[in-house]
């Protein structure tokens, strides 16, 4: 059993809503938004993260699912797991997080500690929507246009990096992702997007689960997806198509809108200047992969836990 087979089944046993970006609580004027996200050592990340970095990307995660309901998060709380409370690490690690919320202008409201052989880090956020107006993954229609609100593939790139030892000055998506928060309330104030989902796991693999929730089918246009790449020169041919379409914790978002409003896009770029459309929804279910309108083949989907 793989992570997207458990969440079938959670759905299956308790609400089918489970498994979006995050659970609404719907009220009068404006409706909660609940999520949840931890990381563990040697799973999300090892001695490369420094302290501060995960104080700041852990909250940004959480951000970025509430973002990618059309929401704008309040509230944080946090669980810590840790070996040892070494008084430096601790400050570096708070440090991060304080930054992170003064900047979008966050409250940290409580949580939890306890020892463990292996650090782990949880942050549960609370944020708000104005009433039955949250993006949901499963709105997408076809004809829909699929769009990004940024370059892909960069924090993969950067991992790839600090794992062989080498400095990059693309390692800062990976450590320090920045949440599209302003875009994401940009959308749902004009009611832009008809579905959602942050890029956390990938293009491919959040691109399926997005159409999937739909009842959906996507084609993602490779090249476009490439154009003006940051990698390029870096990464070539298919390594870079590999980075864009399956390289995973960018945090952009994806999502549809109508073709019909495909210049409303022009609107976004104040709030995320490479905003693309990069495909389109079909009524064929599954994910489909073209460069330069011939289909290509994705051996390796991208990261899945309990994949394996």
């Known amino acids: 059993m793989n992570e997207n087979q458990f969440i079938d089944l959670l759905r299956s046993k308790f609400d089918p809503a489970i498994g979006d970006d995050c659970f609404v609580i719907e009220r009068d004027k404006h409706d909660f938004l609940v999520t949840t996200d931890l990381m563990t050592e040697s799973v999300h990340f090892g001695k490369w993260m420094d302290p501060y970095s995960l104080g700041w990307k852990i909250a940004a995660v959480n951000i970025s699912d509430i973002a990618a309901m059309g929401g704008r998060a309040l509230f944080l709380f946090l669980d810590i797991a840790l070996k040892t409370l070494d008084e430096k690490w601790v400050d570096r690690f708070l440090s991060g997080l304080s ?27 609370i944020g708000t929507v104005p009433h039955k107006k949250a993006i949901l993954r499963s709105g997408a229609k076809a004809g829909d246009l699929l769009c990004v609100s940024g370059f892909t593939g960069l924090a993969a790139y950067g991992l790839d990096m600090l794992q062989s030892g080498k400095k990059s000055k693309f390692t800062k998506f990976l450590l320090t992702p920045e949440p599209e928060a302003a875009l994401a309330l940009k959308l749902q104030e004009l009611n832009l997007a008809t579905a959602m989902i942050d890029l956390s796991d990938g293009i491919y693999q959040d691109g399926f689960r997005l159409a999937k929730s739909s009842g959906c089918g996507i084609i993602v246009e490779a090249d476009k997806l490439l154009e003006c790449h940051p990698l390029a020169g870096y990464a070539f041919d298919n390594k870079l198509i590999g980075y864009a ?9 994806l ?54």
């Open 245 to 253: 379409l399956t390289g995973g914790e960018d945090y952009k978002l």
């Open 255 to 308: 999502f549809t809108i109508n073709r019909n409003r495909e210049k409303m896009i022009r609107k976004m770029k104040a709030a995320a200047p490479d905003v693309r459309v990069i495909g389109r929804i079909t009524d064929k279910s599954g994910i489909r992969i073209l460069f330069k309108q011939k289909p290509i083949d994705i051996t390796n989907p991208g990261f899945l836990h309990f994949g394996d």
């Open 99 to 125: 930054d992170i919320c003064t900047k979008f202008d966050l409250k940290l409201s409580g949580g939890d500690t306890t020892r463990s052989t292996a650090t782990t880090v949880a942050i549960t956020a």
